[in-house]
């Protein structure tokens, strides 16, 4: 005989019911998600590779001799596969309609390290911005690395755009399943 008690493990016995209308909603919303962290993806992701290979010659300028740019090319790589990871997540999620991770634990998982990845190219970013700035006497001399570093931390900020509306997706998830037990209101 069952009892009508949850698991002590943490498991619920009962299961959330959503009508078609609903599931069709919930999978639209999820493939508005994917396509942001898609987005966040190819631009982290084009950020680093402008600054992994912004380097010109053996005389010129390197980024990996600045601290700044190194902090915006692993910042970037960082985020990148970390929205490879919850595409991935993503994907799972629409096509069977289940969490990669218990669902307690996928909402917060998500919303957490959205606002601390989000965070970390904001601050990535900002910081090459500035060391850019600072360079632009520099760059009378040595002009492609200086226009290559500024589109690498261009790249950067579109992608934390993408990532903090994805923020904003994860966090109305985590509204939702505090106030009805669900990430998607029913």
């Known amino acids: 005989m069952r009892s009508p008690h949850p698991h002590r493990n943490g498991g619920e016995t009962q299961q959330h019911f959503h009508s078609t209308i609903s599931s069709q909603k919930l999978k639209r919303f999820n493939s508005l998600i994917l396509v ?29 001799n600045f601290d700044a740019f190194r902090y915006v090319f692993a910042a ?33 998982f998500d919303f957490g390290h959205d606002q601390v990845f989000a965070y970390l190219l904001l601050s990535a970013n900002s910081t090459g911005t ?14 492609p690395f200086c226009v290559q570093s500024d589109i690498a931390i261009a790249l950067g900020f579109v992608g934390f755009l993408f990532l903090g509306v994805s923020s904003l997706f994860s966090g109305f998830r985590v509204v939702c399943f505090i106030i009805n037990g669900s990430r998607f209101y029913v």
């Open 130 to 143: 500035e060391m850019a700035r600072t360079m632009k006497d520099a760059c009378t001399d040595n002009k």
């Open 76 to 108: 970037n790589a960082i985020v990148a596969v970390y929205s490879l990871f919850e595409m991935t997540a993503a994907v799972w999620e629409i096509s069977r309609n289940a969490t990669l991770f218990p669902e307690i634990c996928q909402v917060w």
């Open 36 to 64: 942001f962290r898609f987005s966040a993806f190819c631009f982290s992701l084009a950020s680093a590779v402008f600054m992994l290979t912004n380097s010109r010659g053996s005389d010129s300028f390197h980024w990996y």
